[in-house]
């Protein structure tokens, strides 16, 4: 019997690092390790908090007795890069650069590609990461905004719609490029995504400003009223940009992001929570329309995914709107680990080719 391939996962996030240690298809262990404010206080900017990460990661695997010579590979959640196709990548001196130029953002994974690089070139093993937050297969028709300095950009839950794809058409006995669907995360952002044959062809940013709104986002709003509040003297850039991506969405209307609090004060008779619940999945429900009509009509099937996919709820308003177009099938949750793990096996078995970023 072949040895499994064993294969650790690091996905630092602004207050947690997390790591994961799988053996082939199964999790040994999963630990998210929690970084008070006062700990993290203490460095100017990410980059000062490599040793510490690396330390606490290292810790925790002598905690759990792992060997790092038993590793085949190491896997890392995506950062902050220029806009690439989807798929796996080997981590490099290239991709490196670019995450400490800080030209496409920061994020507390970019020192995690980091740790996880010299870590692989310690060992001598291979560091990937898998369809990365600015994956961007975007047809040319989908960049059209309406205006020519303000193209449409690619910027999605793609690690796990990709993830998703892949499970939902497995379990139709197929293929992802065999198929053509729609993938909604469900999560703190919602995004909609039109995968036809293995690409996302179209999907709202659900990062700034576009589609339906979210637990904390405003996804689309109407433009000259948006216009006039940024000058109107009463709010800094600053503030309107924490509208948009912090402070909207459920937070604005309900003042909490939480699906469960919103969905406790339905049972208590809030009638302005069930509506304001309502009204984001009537959004989402019309992205998912928009969805359809960019595939022409020809979807096999419609996924729902993220945290807010366990409520029945949620989940059946959205249903009642769009069930006409395709079957919908759930898949609650975000398992970014396992989508991260998956991706690192597919690439160990020689099951998927690692793409070199250049």
Known sequence: MAKPFTVLIINPGSTSTKIALFKDDKE????????????LEQFDDIWE????RKE????????????????????????????????????????????????????????????????GRELNIPVVT???????????????????LIPRVSSFHALNQKATARKL???????????????????GGISVGAHRRGKVIDVNNA???????????????P?????????????????VMKMINGAGGLMSYLGTKLGLE??????????????????????????????????????????????LAYSDRFVGYIKSRVSFIAPVYLYPGENEMQALADGALRFLRGEEEAKIYQ
């Open 207 to 221: 990062l700034y400003g576009d589609g339906p709104f979210s637990p904390e986002r405003t996804g689309s709003l």
């Open 223 to 239: 433009v000259g009223a948006l216009v006039e509040l940024c000058f109107s003297g009463r709010y800094t850039k600053a503030d």
């Open 130 to 148: 898998v369809d990365p937050p600015v994956s961007d297969e975007l047809e040319p028709l989908a960049r059209y905004s309406g205006h020519r």
């Open 262 to 307: 919103v969905e406790e004060r339905i049972e208590q008779g809030d009638r302005l929570a069930q509506e304001v619940f309502e009204a984001m999945a009537y959004q989402t429900a019309k992205e998912i329309g928009a969805q359809a009509a960019v595939l022409e009509g020809k979807v096999d099937v419609i996924g729902l995914t993220g945290s």
């Open 28 to 39: 040994v262990f999963n630990r998210s390790l929690k970084h008070s404010i006062e700990q």
């Open 56 to 119: 606490a990661i290292l810790s925790e695997l002598e905690r759990e007795q792992v060997s790092l010579k038993e590793l085949d590979a190491i896997c890392c959640r995506g950062g902050n890069v220029k806009p690439i196709p989807g798929g796996i990548y080997l981590v490099n001196e290239a991709m490196l650069q670019d995450l400490k130029g800080g030209q496409y953002g920061q994020h507390p994974c970019d020192v995690g590609n980091v740790i996880a690089y010299d870590l």
């Open 169 to 187: 058409a497995a379990d139709l006995g197929k293929s992802y490029d065999q198929l053509n669907l729609i993938i909604v995360h469900l999560g």
């Open 49 to 52: 908090q490599y040793d510490f």
